[in-house]
């Protein structure tokens, strides 16, 4: 049985993680190098860290916190957030990331994928997915969920696979910070839609939502924020939660 994972998301804006709701109204919430080092020791399966003001306000990820941040964690450490070349991965890479996601530069330039996959592998590549539901279905939001690209999620979740991505973190925006659970129709869609690793993200608001996403879809692991920034529930006690409910994950020992 393949074996779940629990992934903190740090949500960054200058300097600082920072939570909202639908992608907007955002409050500060402490300092990422903290925070993703408390995560690293307390059981998180993975780290992911964006830096979620980089492409509106044109300018890279903040490298000096992605070297602190990768100093400090001790679990495979992903990083997005103005990604636009092969180069800002190499930077990123080099950094102390083992993985790199992108999403509004993948969509002006599907070929990026391919060419950091075919430089670093697959495995490196995560290709982040905003998806809004429109009546036409769901469609694919970019810089930071403000922008419409017209683009169908499901087939655009094909099209990355089919250019090298390695895995797809899968964010619904009408969800996004509404605590009531992870949009299970969007993410059951896309995980069929793909062979790749999928990460749900997007509304989850207690330990049980977690069980649920992963009994009811076959998404790889499930990404959350809030809950744990803001010390409502910590990662032990959202595995102890998906043990009982008979998921199979890595234990966090506390």
């Given at each position: 049985?393949?074996?779940?994972?629990?992934?903190?998301?740090?949500?960054?804006?200058?300097?600082?993680?920072?939570?909202?709701?639908?992608?907007?109204?955002?409050?500060?919430?402490?300092?990422?190098?903290?925070?993703?080092?408390?995560?690293?020791?307390?059981?998180?399966?993975?780290?992911?860290?964006?830096?979620?003001?980089?492409?509106?306000?044109?300018?890279?990820?903040?490298?000096?916190?992605?070297?602190?941040?990768?100093?400090?964690?001790?679990v495979?450490?992903?990083?997005?957030?103005?990604?636009?070349t092969?180069?800002?991965m190499?930077?990123?890479?080099?950094?102390?990331?083992?993985?790199?996601?992108?999403?509004?530069?993948?969509?002006?330039?599907?070929?990026?994928?391919?060419?950091?996959?075919?430089?670093?592998?697959?495995?490196?590549?995560?290709?982040?997915?905003?998806?809004?539901?429109?009546?036409?279905?769901?469609?694919?939001?970019?810089?930071?969920?403000?922008?419409?690209?017209?683009?169908?999620?499901?087939?655009?979740?094909?099209?990355?696979?089919?250019?090298?991505?390695?895995?797809?973190?899968?964010?619904?925006?009408?969800?996004?910070?509404?605590k009531?659970?992870?949009?299970?129709?969007?993410?059951?869609a896309?995980?069929?839609?793909?062979?790749?690793?999928?990460?749900?993200?997007?509304?989850?608001?207690?330990?049980?939502?977690?069980?649920?996403?992963?009994?009811?879809?076959?998404?790889?692991?499930?990404?959350?924020?809030?809950?744990?920034?803001?010390?409502?529930?910590?990662?032990?006690?959202?595995?102890?939660?998906?043990?009982?409910?008979?998921?199979?994950?890595?234990?966090?020992?506390f």
């Amino acid at each position: 049985m393949i074996v779940k994972r629990i992934i903190p998301c740090l949500d960054v804006k200058e300097g600082k993680v920072v939570k909202g709701t639908n992608f907007v109204s955002l409050r500060e919430l402490g300092d990422p190098v903290q925070m993703a080092s408390l995560y690293s020791q307390h059981g998180a399966d993975e780290i992911i860290f964006l830096d979620i003001s980089a492409t509106n306000e044109g300018r890279q990820t903040m490298i000096d916190i992605v070297r602190e941040t990768a100093n400090q964690v001790f679990v495979p450490f992903t990083v997005g957030g103005g990604v636009r070349t092969v180069e800002d991965m190499t930077t990123l890479l080099k950094a102390g990331a083992d993985k790199v996601g992108m999403n509004s530069a993948a969509v002006a330039n599907p070929d990026l994928i391919t060419e950091g996959a075919n430089r670093f592998g697959s495995q490196c590549i995560v290709v982040a997915i905003d998806a809004k539901w429109f009546e036409d279905g769901w469609h694919v939001m970019t810089h930071g969920g403000k922008v419409d690209s017209g683009l169908d999620a499901l087939e655009w979740a094909k099209t990355v696979e089919e250019k090298g991505a390695g895995e797809i973190l899968l964010t619904s925006v009408d969800t996004d910070g509404v605590k009531d659970g992870f949009d299970i129709r969007l993410t059951k869609a896309v995980v069929d839609a793909v062979r790749i690793p999928v990460i749900a993200s997007g509304g989850c608001g207690s330990p049980e939502h977690f069980p649920e996403v992963f009994q009811k879809t076959d998404v790889s692991a499930a990404l959350a924020a809030s809950i744990f920034h803001e010390n409502t529930f910590t990662i032990g006690e959202v595995k102890d939660t998906c043990v009982r409910e008979g998921v199979s994950i890595r234990e966090s020992g506390f």
